[in-house]
């Protein structure tokens, strides 16, 4: 049940999670944002329009909302209706926790750190990995 929308973007229904809209990945060289992304300056703001999650629901970010990924890829990339999904609260403790741990691809840093060094492009696909793995998804 579940419907491919754009460049790696998921919806699926039934499963206890679905996305805002699809995961922002820019043209080689920049590009113009895809039709249909909103950004926004915040994740207040993002969420205000929105609106809330849902009841046992977290909004989550595909490419993770760190100061190092706002300030590399811009607030509006990061806080976009292409980079964020419903979640289920405890599937979202659960990958914030992986996020948080050491791995052993990681080299000693946390996943989140190791993450950080990665191009955008790479950290939505690691995004929609870990979410795979964590069975959210086909």
Same mark, same amino acid.
């Not at 292409?82 to 405890?90: E, F, I, K």
């Given at each position: +049940?579940?419907?491919?929308?754009?460049?790696?973007?998921? +919806?699926?229904?039934?499963?206890?999670?679905?996305?805002?809209?699809?995961?922002?990945?820019?043209?080689?060289?920049? *590009?113009?944002?895809?039709?249909?992304?909103?950004?926004?300056?915040?994740?207040?703001?993002?969420?205000?329009?929105?609106?809330?999650? *849902?009841?046992?629901?977290?909004? =989550?970010?595909?490419? $993770?909302? &760190?100061?190092?990924?706002?300030?590399?890829?811009?607030?509006? &990339?990061?806080?976009?209706?292409?980079?964020?999904?419903?979640?289920?609260?405890?599937? =979202? $403790?659960?990958?914030?926790?992986?996020?948080?741990?050491?791995?052993?691809?990681?080299?000693?840093?946390?996943?989140?750190?190791?993450?950080?060094? $990665?191009?955008?492009?790479?950290?939505? $696909?690691?995004?929609?990995? &870990?979410?795979?793995?964590? *069975?959210?998804?086909?």
């Amino acid at each position: +049940n579940c419907l491919m929308l754009g460049i790696g973007g998921l +919806n699926c229904g039934g499963a206890g999670w679905s996305m805002a809209a699809v995961v922002m990945v820019p043209e080689a060289g920049g *590009g113009a944002p895809t039709e249909g992304a909103q950004g926004f300056r915040s994740f207040s703001s993002l969420k205000n329009a929105l609106g809330p999650a *849902g009841p046992g629901q977290h909004w =989550h970010h595909i490419v $993770q909302q &760190t100061p190092g990924n706002l300030g590399k890829f811009g607030a509006e &990339t990061i806080h976009n209706t292409q980079n964020v999904m419903r979640l289920d609260a405890g599937v =979202h $403790q659960q990958i914030s926790g992986f996020y948080s741990s050491i791995q052993p691809f990681t080299s000693g840093q946390t996943v989140r750190q190791w993450l950080s060094t $990665q191009s955008l492009e790479q950290q939505a $696909q690691f995004g929609l990995d &870990t979410l795979r793995r964590f *069975g959210v998804g086909p």
